[in-house]
């Protein structure tokens, strides 16, 4: 299938493009009306990220309504836990909670090394997207990243500080080797799962990159991310994004990774120096999207200059928020596909 | 009165010391037994903070009990709300909550500028503190910057990303400035009362400098630091602890700041190449202190061999977690003591 517009492959493969790609991580989500309405289809969150026709459905709509240059597909980076035997619920307004957590060899051992198939609806969901989308824009595939997923399966729940999950590397360091191991072989073989179901690039969410300092990020995070990389790069471009790891982008550049997601804290032309030849995805503040018009134009214009045409994805520096206005984020896309490049 | 023990001074103004003085944030805190049982005989948070006999208690705990080079008094930083008419109740295991927050220009014309009389309590612990302390090491002052003050003010607790607080940002740019002059005002007010009170240095904490970005920074948060330094630094010296704000440490050493905190992201090598002449101070994971006892000599070791003897301050590069053991904490101070500077 010939995509209409491949402008996110391009952008990501450092190709030359007519203007830059735009997509917004969590475009598919509560700032859509018709999420809400899809969402009150199913009686829980982890339910409804397990049916593969409503996945699909509020994977599609931010196409429709916002414009966007991409599909990522509606998931959670924590149904890797659940495919290795680690259950989670999501709950109202909290956030997720595992009821059991990972402690001891004994519950590292317990956990089985996931395979596409233990997550075929999301590999249902994905063939459906593609077969829906019609070679519109490009589908996104992604996972967390190794040490993200540790976090939650240690900790049981979100964190501000992610202590308990530190202590277990502070304390167990070999115990977390062998758990970051299991993650990444489960992540690598949900990855091809993802891409033989029709996902044309794939993100790494590490969200809890900025809680480690830099010489325990590259021990116990980016060496698992690193092997992914290497195990998908060779079939789809890969976008690493590490939340909060300013320390980190020249390292990350040294992966295979295509291109790298970038917080609203990361000055666009330090990026660059720091990144050679790697394609840059980001980075507005989502609360620029609380600005008026005027505001949103000028600070997305000022970024645009900032990055450049080459080598740029247009995204921002981490998901939308859920009470951000749709028109608002219609018109950030808009200012970015009418840009002068 | 003279000290006998002025390392903090003399380090933080760029003197020569033996060795670098050592004190850790939350020093006086729930990791001791001590200011537990001392806790324990206030009815609430607030009413603990308001009571100069016991605040002064638990101030000096960590000056006997763990050997530190400076005491710091135990106070909050939601004072400063409380005492421009905003008053907070703190619920356990949650944290701060207000009852009112600012949204309008109103709410901001109702609020008082605080002068140290309506801090009376602090001043008095100061005093007290001073006094009991007779001499031994020198006291630190606080508050918290403009911008932390603001964001709990206006999104009425704790927040993951203080979205609300910076959608007021955002939207509400002139209001916004005029409360960050009430509060930048007030905290002149009651700095100068605390130096008045006994505080040999005092430390200004922005703990959500990180959830704004660069420009957002200068404008929103380190003016207003920078006002409250010149209006304190002819007195006594004072330290920027911007927290997570690694794009600032040039700037920040603009300011007439005498030192900089550092948290546990920050590259020593490189705040020192930021930083020009200005000391530094930081930055342990408080986590390591969760290691056994091998691992905590060794990256403490390491740490003070980066940052070395000359305008350095050892602390960590956050607060200490409750649970955290005390005897790993007097380890730690221990090892900075005796380490063959």
Same mark, same amino acid.
């Given at each position: 299938?010939?995509?209409?517009?491949?402008?996110l492959?391009?952008?990501?493969?450092?190709?030359?493009?007519?203007?830059?790609?735009?997509?917004?991580?969590?475009?598919?989500g509560?700032?859509?009306?018709?999420?809400?309405? @899809?969402?009150? +289809? !199913? *009686?829980? =969150?982890?339910?409804?990220?397990?049916?593969?026709?409503? &996945?699909?459905?509020?994977? /599609?709509?931010?196409?429709?309504?916002?414009?966007?240059?991409?599909?990522?597909?509606?998931?959670?980076?924590?149904?890797?836990?659940?495919?290795?035997?680690?259950?989670?619920?999501?709950?109202?307004?909290?956030?997720?909670?595992?009821?059991?957590?990972?402690?001891?060899?004994?519950?590292?051992?317990?956990?089985?090394?996931?395979?596409?198939g233990?997550l075929?609806?999301?590999?249902?969901a994905?063939?459906?997207?593609?077969?829906?989308?019609?070679?519109?824009?490009?589908?996104?595939?992604?996972?967390?990243?190794?040490?993200t997923?540790?976090?939650?399966?240690v900790?049981?729940?979100?964190?501000? @500080?992610?202590? +308990? !999950? *530190?202590q =277990?590397?502070?304390?167990?360091?070999?115990?977390?080797? &062998?758990?970051?191991?299991k /993650?990444?072989?489960?992540?690598?073989?949900?990855?091809?799962?993802?891409?033989t179901?029709?996902?044309?690039?794939?993100?790494?969410?590490?969200?809890?990159?900025?809680?480690?300092?830099?010489?325990?990020?590259?021990?116990?995070?980016?060496?698992?991310i690193?092997?992914?990389?290497?195990?998908l790069?060779?079939?789809?471009?890969?976008?690493?994004?590490?939340?909060?790891?300013?320390?980190?982008?020249?390292?990350?550049?040294?992966?295979?990774?295509?291109?790298?997601?970038?917080?609203?804290?990361?000055?666009?032309l330090?990026?660059?120096?720091?990144?050679?030849?790697?394609?840059?995805?980001?980075?507005?503040?989502p609360?620029?999207l609380?600005?008026?018009?005027?505001?949103?134009?000028?600070?997305?214009?000022?970024m645009?200059?900032?990055?450049?045409i080459?080598?740029?994805?247009?995204?921002?520096?981490h998901?939308?928020?859920?009470?951000?206005?749709?028109?608002?984020?219609?018109?950030f896309v808009?200012?970015?596909?009418?840009?002068?490049?």
């Amino acid at each position: 299938m010939m995509l209409k517009n491949d402008l996110l492959l391009r952008a990501a493969r450092g190709e030359v493009v007519e203007r830059a790609p735009v997509w917004l991580m969590r475009q598919a989500g509560r700032i859509l009306p018709e999420y809400r309405a @899809t969402r009150a +289809k !199913a *009686k829980n =969150f982890v339910e409804f990220v397990k049916n593969p026709e409503l &996945a699909s459905e509020v994977t /599609i709509q931010p196409v429709d309504i916002l414009g966007v240059d991409a599909a990522i597909i509606f998931s959670d980076i924590l149904v890797i836990p659940e495919a290795m035997g680690l259950p989670y619920e999501m709950i109202e307004a909290k956030g997720p909670r595992f009821q059991n957590t990972i402690q001891t060899k004994a519950d590292i051992d317990k956990l089985k090394i996931a395979d596409a198939g233990d997550l075929d609806y999301v590999m249902k969901a994905l063939t459906l997207t593609k077969k829906e989308l019609n070679g519109r824009v490009p589908l996104i595939g992604f996972c967390g990243a190794p040490w993200t997923i540790l976090a939650y399966m240690v900790e049981g729940s979100g964190s501000k @500080t992610f202590s +308990k !999950a *530190k202590q =277990f590397l502070y304390t167990q360091p070999v115990l977390a080797h &062998a758990l970051l191991d299991k /993650i990444t072989q489960s992540s690598i073989n949900y990855l091809k799962g993802q891409v033989t179901a029709g996902a044309d690039l794939l993100q790494i969410f590490d969200s809890w990159a900025g809680v480690l300092n830099e010489k325990m990020y590259y021990e116990f995070s980016l060496q698992y991310i690193s092997k992914i990389c290497t195990a998908l790069s060779p079939l789809v471009p890969v976008t690493i994004f590490a939340k909060d790891a300013h320390y980190a982008i020249k390292k990350i550049s040294e992966t295979s990774c295509a291109s790298i997601g970038l917080d609203w804290t990361i000055d666009p032309l330090k990026a660059r120096q720091e990144a050679g030849k790697k394609t840059l995805q980001g980075n507005a503040d989502p609360c620029l999207l609380y600005s008026d018009e005027k505001t949103i134009i000028s600070e997305t214009h000022a970024m645009l200059e900032a990055f450049g045409i080459d080598r740029y994805i247009c995204n921002l520096g981490h998901g939308l928020y859920p009470d951000i206005d749709k028109e608002k984020v219609k018109l950030f896309v808009q200012v970015v596909k009418e840009y002068k490049w």
